[in-house]
Nanobody
Framework: QLQASGGGLVQPGGSLRLSCAAS????????MGWYRQAPGKQRELVAT???????NYAESVKGRFTISRDSTKNTVYLQMNSLKPEDTAVYYC?????????????WGQGTLVTVSS
């Protein structure tokens, strides 16, 4: 299970930090990431981070967003700075998990980020 939090309303140029904690019968978490879906658009990748800390970002967020993880807490974070109205979307966390039943890909419930003045 993934539980995301931290969304909200922020003015352009502002910052938000999203968190997503994984819980349950987890044996190993490989890649964790954030995706977003704006109204009327398809879900798109924002950023991912592997178990050894390698990161990947969408071009549209490079230099503004930072993904990190705390493996001791099974938690992934997304620090979002210099937010723009086009960053408005529902943000979903994602994790590739190994459990007693094998590999699985899990999604959080989504947290809404609204960038508006």
């Amino acid at each position: 299970q993934l539980q995301a939090s931290g969304g909200g309303l922020v003015q352009p140029g502002g910052s938000l930090r999203l968190s997503c904690a994984a819980s349950g019968s987890l044996l190993y978490i490989n890649t964790m990431g954030w995706y977003r879906q704006a109204p009327g658009k398809q879900r798109e990748l924002v950023a991912t981070i592997t178990s050894v800390g390698s990161t990947n970002y969408a071009e549209s967020v490079k230099g503004r967003f930072t993904i990190s993880r705390d493996s001791t807490k099974n938690t992934v974070y997304l620090q979002m700075n210099s937010l723009k109205p086009e960053d408005t979307a529902v943000y979903y966390c994602n994790a590739r998990v190994w459990s007693a039943t094998g590999w699985g890909t899990y999604w959080g419930q989504g947290t809404l980020v609204t960038v508006s003045s």
